[in-house]
């Protein structure tokens, strides 16, 4: 584990999904509050309950991130119940659907770019206003590996992270000034479960030339193109995450740290 958050504050978005409650997980284990954003309260709830047996302090915001409004109020409210924001894990996000580009639906690829370009635009702005005041942040967005080299069948959600990719490199030069660093993660292919079953299901119906139609076939080709021949574990992000976060990486901003298996 990488330094010590104790009497840290950390606003994970997305932070009943997958990789965010594993983050959470992780940096209330190192004395971190956490405040969790997401958009189902059940969900929300439950993540919490599971936090607070490790003896910190974790509180859930049902929010959508695609709201200005609902952002502003949210991140008001979080600063009122913690006093403060020092970390933010803006990583809310949705993959979108797996079509080629003449016939990938506008509908999903306008959704897509609300949730993962603007949701992340909206809150990293809020959180950063914040920041500035204080003059001092971390802020660690979730980019992806289609947000470095577009994979077929994904054109929303590659356009999307490579926009993230950009947003980080800008915010880390106009937020450098006020002691905020801003860095990006870019997990690629992630498993078992939801997200990787999905994934390469979708994969396989797109029919493409790139891929089988059979999914067992094209969990084959995925993994026969990683150098490593695996997926990524999801408790293989967290750490990253903090070392970002720490000050382990006090020199690093507008990086974007690939965790990929090469
Ligand atoms: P996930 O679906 O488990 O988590 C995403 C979370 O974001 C969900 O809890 C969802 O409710 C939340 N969310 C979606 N839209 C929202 C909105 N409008 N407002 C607020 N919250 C919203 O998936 P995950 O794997 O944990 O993904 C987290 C991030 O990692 C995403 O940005 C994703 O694109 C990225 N990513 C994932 C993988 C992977 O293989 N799992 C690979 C690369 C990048």
């Known amino acids: 584990q990488t330094g010590n958050f104790a009497g840290k504050v950390i606003l994970i978005t997305g932070g009943t999904g997958n990789i965010g409650l594993a983050t959470a997980s992780r940096l209330a284990g190192m004395g971190a509050a956490i ?7 059940g969900r929300l709830a439950e993540a919490c309950k599971g936090l607070g047996t490790q003896d910190t302090l974790a509180k859930g915001y049902v929010c959508n991130v695609t709201s200005v409004e609902d952002v502003h109020k949210t991140i008001n409210a979080i600063i009122s119940d913690f006093g ?11 993959q979108g659907s797996f079509a080629p580009l003449h016939t990938y639906p506008e509908d999903d690829f306008a959704r897509v770019m609300q949730i993962n370009v603007c949701g992340a635009f909206n809150v990293m702005k809020a959180v950063s206003e914040h920041m500035v005041s204080r003059r001092f942040g971390r802020i660690v967005n979730t980019a992806s590996m289609a947000g470095v080299q577009g994979p077929p069948n994904m054109a929303a959600y590659a356009a999307s ?8 490199q800008t915010a880390s030069k106009d937020l450098a000034p006020y002691n905020i660093r801003v860095n990006a993660i870019s997990p690629a292919f992630m498993g078992p479960g939801f997200m990787w079953d999905r994934q390469v299901e979708l994969q396989a119906s797109a029919g493409s030339q790139y891929f089988s139609t059979d999914p067992e076939e094209v969990s084959r080709q995925m993994i026969n193109s990683v150098p490593m021949r695996r997926y990524g574990d999801i408790n293989e992000i967290p750490g990253v995450v903090a070392f970002l976060l720490g000050e382990d990486s006090s020199y690093m901003t507008g990086v974007n740290l690939p965790i990929a298996g090469g």
């Open 35 to 41: 405040a969790l954003l997401d958009l189902d309260e």
């Open 161 to 168: 992270k490579f926009a993230i990719v950009g947003l980080t």
């Open 84 to 94: 403060k924001i020092d970390f933010l894990f803006n990583n809310a996000g949705y």
